[in-house]
């Protein structure tokens, strides 16, 4: 398994900009499907964003067209750009991982490794 270590998240208004960082340990990190889920109070764990080891990629209707995945494999990490954030973004987010071939992307049963969160909070 591969370590994760989130980072990034804060306390901005409505229309603000964040960006998550998960940093990873591994030599082959290159070949791990990653992905970015979140998890409000009372609510089930969604999938936010997911990338493929050849870099397909996948959004949930509620981020698509407004949050950017990205990785970078030579830094063994993983980024997550959330411009015009909206109350209905707060939530503690996971960076996800594991080993190639990828399961559906933004299913939590695809990823075998979590980190701790990083909390995003957004007020109106």
């Known amino acids: 398994q591969v370590q994760l270590v989130e980072s990034g998240g804060g306390s901005v208004q409505a229309g603000g900009f964040l960006r998550l960082s998960c940093a990873a340990s591994g030599r082959t990190y290159s070949q791990y499907c990653m992905a970015w889920f979140r998890q409000a109070p009372g609510k089930e764990r969604e999938g936010v964003a997911g990338?493929?080891?050849?870099?397909?990629?996948a959004y949930a209707a509620s981020v698509k067209g407004r949050f950017t995945i990205s990785r970078d494999n030579y830094k063994n990490t993983l980024y997550l750009q959330m411009p015009s954030l909206k109350p209905e973004d707060t939530a503690m987010y996971y960076c996800?991982?594991?080993?190639?071939?990828?399961?559906?992307?933004?299913?939590?049963?695809?990823?075998?490794?979590w980190g701790q969160g990083t909390q995003v909070t957004v007020s109106s």
């Open positions: 996800a991982a594991d080993s190639f071939p990828c399961g559906s992307i933004l299913v939590a049963d695809s990823y075998g490794s």
């Open positions: 990338i493929d080891t050849d870099g397909t990629i």
